[in-house]
């Protein structure tokens, strides 16, 4: 049975930082607060883009650093929480930005887990010989989202995109993936669909008769309850992905998590007792990006030159539904192709 591996890499930020300074002068918030609470320094801010134009920007990264050409691609897959449009998908709009015409597309909602529940279903489609060729991204604009009047929220997110191409092979790539979810803490961290608007008052109410708007389409979050949950989450997963894989936390080169928030990061550091280095951090520059954090990630670890071929790395990822879920690949990418 042929393996599933990680063929490319890509990701893209918008230009726009916006520093913890600059919040500093809009609301009030201080650089000591966001940093020491999350380690967040600066996020990056769309300014006119939408998802799916630096989704599109980021599979065309991936696409540049491999030998798929985009009509080569027979499936794409968008994690996001902030997608352009309830219909078409995200995934239909990028696959018309870079010419894959021969893919079907869909989005997939999993909050910050996304990109890894995306890793899961293109496994699922390569391994069963579905498809061949397959593009997962995991791209956000939470900017849009976002309650600028809510300071403890809105200083911890940011945009940003990162794609993974993904087809079959000899050697090893996705050794151990495991996912979950728990409906149960669905209000913990949400952001409603659009409240209906309709501008003249008499025909509203000839429809919905005399009902309350549905909240504002913010993100909301209980901090506090998500911080237990994140870590707790990511515990469980990389125990789960260790113990099924046969594999000790000595045989990890890196861990990627997903990029919340440094003092989970931290905890989790202390909880498995190894050295910090074996967390791959950039949450410092994005903040929060969702369901781009990990692989943004993963894509500026492969361009800096921090992963050879045969390292196994863990990605883990935990967010809003609540999901959480995790992988352990064996890098299959030759170093600068
Ligand atoms: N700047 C300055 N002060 C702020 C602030 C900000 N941006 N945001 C909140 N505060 C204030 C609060 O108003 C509160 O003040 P008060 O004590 O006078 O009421 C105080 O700081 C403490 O707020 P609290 O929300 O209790 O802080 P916390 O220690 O729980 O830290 C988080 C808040 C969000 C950093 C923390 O709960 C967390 O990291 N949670 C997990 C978030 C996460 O990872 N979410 C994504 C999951 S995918």
């Not at 030998?67 to 691609?73: A, R």
């Given at each position: 049975m042929k393996e599933v591996q990680i063929l490319a890499t890509g990701s893209y930020v918008p230009d726009r930082i916006v520093t913890n300074d600059e919040l500093s002068t809009v609301m009030d918030t201080n650089d000591e607060w966001i940093k020491t609470r999350t380690g967040i320094c600066e996020r990056r801010i769309t300014t006119g883009e939408n998802t799916s134009s630096i989704a599109a920007k980021a599979a065309l990264k991936a696409l540049e650093s491999s030998?798929?050409?985009?009509?080569?691609?027979d499936l794409i897959i968008v994690a996001t929480a902030t997608p352009d449009c309830y219909t078409p998908s995200t995934a239909c709009i990028v696959q018309d930005i870079i010419g894959a015409t021969n893919a079907t597309c869909f989005d997939i909602s999993a909050a910050c887990s996304g990109f890894i529940y995306g890793l899961n279903i293109a496994y699922q489609f390569i391994k069963n010989g579905a498809k061949k060729n397959v593009l997962v991204i995991g791209a956000e604009t939470l900017s849009k989202i976002l309650d600028w009047n809510n300071r403890s929220t809105c200083v911890l997110f940011g945009d940003g995109a990162g794609a993974a191409i993904l087809g079959c092979g000899e050697e090893k790539g996705l050794i151990e993936i495991h996912t979950g979810s728990d409906g149960r803490g669905a209000n913990l961290l949400k952001c409603n669909a659009a409240s209906v608007d309709i501008n003249n008052k008499d025909l509203k109410e000839k429809i919905y008769g005399n009902t309350e708007d549905v909240d504002k389409s913010y993100l909301t979050m209980e901090g506090r309850e998500i911080f237990k949950f994140a870590v707790k989450a990511m515990g469980e997963t990389i125990d789960t992905l260790l113990n099924s894989s046969e594999l000790t936390i000595e045989d990890i080169k890196y861990i990627v998590p997903h990029q919340a928030n440094l003092r989970i990061i931290d905890y989790m550091i202390k909880k498995l007792k190894v050295d910090s280095k074996k967390f791959y951090t950039n949450l410092q520059y994005y903040g929060n990006t969702s369901a781009a954090s990990i692989p943004i990630a993963m894509d500026q670890m492969n361009r800096e030159g921090l992963l050879e071929k045969g390292d196994k790395i863990l990605l883990v990822g935990f967010g809003g539904g609540l999901t959480w879920g995790g992988t352990i690949i064996e890098w299959t990418i030759n170093k600068n192709k």
């Open positions: 030998y798929i050409k985009p009509v080569d691609l």
